[in-house]
């Protein structure tokens, strides 16, 4: 049911809940599912993170390195494939957070720079 931007109608039944995409008011109901899932955070440009699960293979920085933007920094094997994990930019690496043979769910934390 939309609401019209004139005469804003209410909610037939206590169950339905508000929800505006781009301006427009809607009344819905939401799946559990929906009503559980996590806001959005901005990713942290500082933090490598895990973009699948896998296996830390190899790690080829150490913290105090300095390193340039698509320098391999470590390799990730995944689905059956080796991945190599690149500096998303310049920078001196903080610390490593994983150890050759961790294995990783996605989201975790590889490296972090200063």
């Known amino acids: 049911m939309k609401e019209s931007k004139s005469q804003p109608s209410q909610p037939e039944t206590s169950e339905l809940k508000k929800l505006t995409i781009q301006g427009d008011t809607y009344y819905t109901t939401f799946t559990r599912k929906y009503q559980a899932k996590k806001d959005w955070i901005k990713p942290d440009k500082k933090k490598v993170i895990s973009f699948i699960p896998g296996t830390v293979k190899q790690i080829l920085v150490k913290p105090g390195d300095k390193v340039q933007a698509d320098d391999k920094l470590l390799v990730l094997d995944a689905m059956k494939m080796l991945n190599s994990i690149h500096s998303p930019m ?18 975790s934390v590889m490296v972090e720079f200063e």
Do not use: H, Q, Y
Not at 90 to 107: C, N, Q, T, W, Y
């Open 90 to 107: 310049a920078g001196i690496i903080k610390s490593v957070l994983v150890k050759e043979g961790d294995r990783l769910p996605k989201g």
